[in-house]
């Protein structure tokens, strides 16, 4: 089978964040001004043995386990360490020494000292890069909403499937009967009704790992939870918008699709031109859906410029973390045709459904977003929007 690859230009529009799962607290940054210098934990335990201060530093570790009281654990970091116990001020000379990389802080608040800030996936040299199973997977959404836009796709495998689930408040099983519907709805709509991953579609849409960002194009940012009374703060290590990278994007427009038992209509998806389309259309969908949440004026006005920038032939793309219920899942498009029918849905999915903590109101679910705080602690940016274009 012959593979048409493209090179793809990605362009960072708002900050991105895939996480790797990692979280680094103050015990593992040296702060200096706006930067955060990460430790990496060998160089470290060589320069303590340097200087002479490894022991000095396990006393003071071991108080720290000795406490309780978590506003006093607050008070603990690598830099006051330094500052307080070593009498250092040169803080940038030693964060030369042990540091992996630094990152620049966005907001105006320092992740809180116990939580940290997540960190973001990187390479075996440390340099962040974005997955090609996110950017694989943000099209396959695109791909089964456009599919369920078809005939009575929609009625057929996604919304009389979900009413047939019978209301229960466990949450397992319930949890259980959704993923059974979302793998029935993927096996009808890409693999010809098969359940096994050899008949999928996306085998013949291969997408690469990007290449790393360099070290100054990631930032902590600040993000904030929008539309609840209750303060939620999140630091998150994000690509930095105006970032740029490259992926290959790999079609097999020949593909035996009738072997696989696929139909036909399929291959045009197998199609750069197509493809694109697919993804200018389900970025459109998804901008006009959130311009319709109450986003403070400065989030507004970037989701209007991302709509703007949003074209056929270099279409938008939402990855990575904080997208939301509807970013990762294709239920808005049954919110956009039927409101009351989305409300009924979400109350019977109520138990197994995200931020059961803020409670669900089903007839505007999710109820919150999430957005990037500036300096001024204003909220600026809505997380994960790429645009991509042929290199």
Same mark, same amino acid.
């Given at each position: 089978m012959k593979t048409q690859g493209y090179s793809v230009k990605l362009e960072v529009l708002t900050p991105v964040h895939v996480g790797s799962g990692d979280m680094v607290n103050a015990l593992g940054y040296l702060r200096e001004g706006d930067t955060l210098h990460v430790v990496d934990s060998d160089r470290w335990s060589v320069w303590l043995e340097g200087q002479k201060a490894a022991q000095k530093f396990v006393g003071w570790m071991e108080r720290l386990l000795q406490i309780s009281d978590s506003q006093q654990q607050r008070q603990f970091s690598l830099t006051r360490f330094l500052t307080d116990e070593l009498k250092r001020s040169d803080i940038g000379a030693v964060a030369g020494a042990v540091e992996c990389y630094s990152l620049k802080l966005e907001g105006r608040r320092e992740p809180d000292p116990l939580r940290g800030f997540r960190a973001h996936l990187r390479d075996a040299q440390g340099r962040a890069y974005l997955p090609g199973s996110s950017l694989k997977g943000a099209i396959r959404t695109a791909l089964i909403e456009d599919l369920l836009q078809e005939d009575d796709q929609m009625e057929t495998v996604l919304i009389k499937p979900l009413q047939k689930i019978s209301h229960t408040d466990d949450r397992r099983a319930l949890r259980r009967n959704l993923r059974d519907v979302w793998e029935k709805m993927e096996q009808r709509l890409l693999r010809g009704g098969q359940r096994k991953a050899n008949f999928d579609l996306l085998r013949f849409v291969l997408v690469s790992d990007s290449q790393p960002f360099p070290h100054e194009q990631v930032s902590v940012c600040w993000v904030r939870s929008e539309g609840t009374q209750k303060t939620t703060d999140t630091w998150i290590e994000a690509l930095r918008p105006g970032a740029s990278t490259q992926f290959t994007l790999s079609l097999v427009p020949d593909a035996p699709l009738n072997q696989? /038992? =696929?139909?036909e209509e399929l291959r045009e998806y197998l199609l750069w031109e197509a493809l694109m389309e697919v993804l200018h259309e389900r970025a459109q969908r998804r901008l006009q859906r959130e311009l319709q949440y109450p986003y403070p004026p400065a989030v507004r006005s %970037?989701?209007?410029?991302?709509?703007?920038?949003? @074209? *056929?032939?270099? *279409?938008?793309? %939402?990855? +990575?973390?904080? @997208? +939301?219920?509807? /970013? #990762? #899942?294709?239920? /808005? =498009?049954? @919110?956009?045709a039927n409101a009351r029918q989305y409300a009924t849905l979400i109350e019977k999915m109520r138990p197994a459904l995200p931020r059961q903590g803020q409670g669900v109101q089903p007839n505007r679910f999710p109820k919150t977003r999430r957005a990037v705080r500036n300096q001024q602690a204003e909220a600026v940016y809505p997380l994960g929007w790429v645009r991509l274009q042929v290199g």
């Open positions: 696989l /038992g =696929l139909q %970037c989701l209007q410029e991302l709509q703007q920038m949003n @074209q *056929p032939d270099a *279409p938008l793309l %939402c990855v +990575g973390w904080g @997208q +939301g219920y509807l /970013g #990762t #899942t294709v239920m /808005g =498009l049954l @919110q956009d």
